[in-house]
């Protein structure tokens, strides 16, 4: 990933396989929400997920194909860390995010 955007939502290259790559790509976590950046807990989430992935970063991205975008054109996808973590599992369980399951952004 390029960078972090906000708690739930990162910028980056989304490899393809095969020697593709897509370029430019905002990522939203799945199932999960943040706290706006105007707030300071959104502010706390930015920098707890920047602290997990640093600029260059290579996560795994699992679109799931159902829902593979937002409303607003983000890539919907659950985000596994190079340690193996989930990161919305890490989001919900240090209180920087909350669940919501099974809903459009």
Do not use: F, K
């Not at 996560?59 to 985000?79: C, F, K, M, S």
């Amino acid at each position: 990933m390029d960078r972090v955007v906000d708690g739930d939502t990162l910028h980056g290259a989304l490899d393809l396989g095969l020697g593709l790559l897509w370029t430019g790509r905002r990522v939203r976590l799945r199932d999960v929400n943040a706290p706006e950046l105007s707030t300071a807990s959104g502010r706390d989430a930015l920098a707890y997920v920047a602290a997990l992935i640093s600029p260059g970063t290579a996560v795994t991205a699992t679109v799931h194909t159902a829902q593979p975008v937002d409303n607003y054109g983000r890539t919907l996808a659950a985000i596994t860390l190079p340690d193996g973590t989930d990161l919305a599992t890490r989001l919900l369980e240090s209180g920087h995010a909350v669940s919501t399951p099974s809903r459009l952004i």
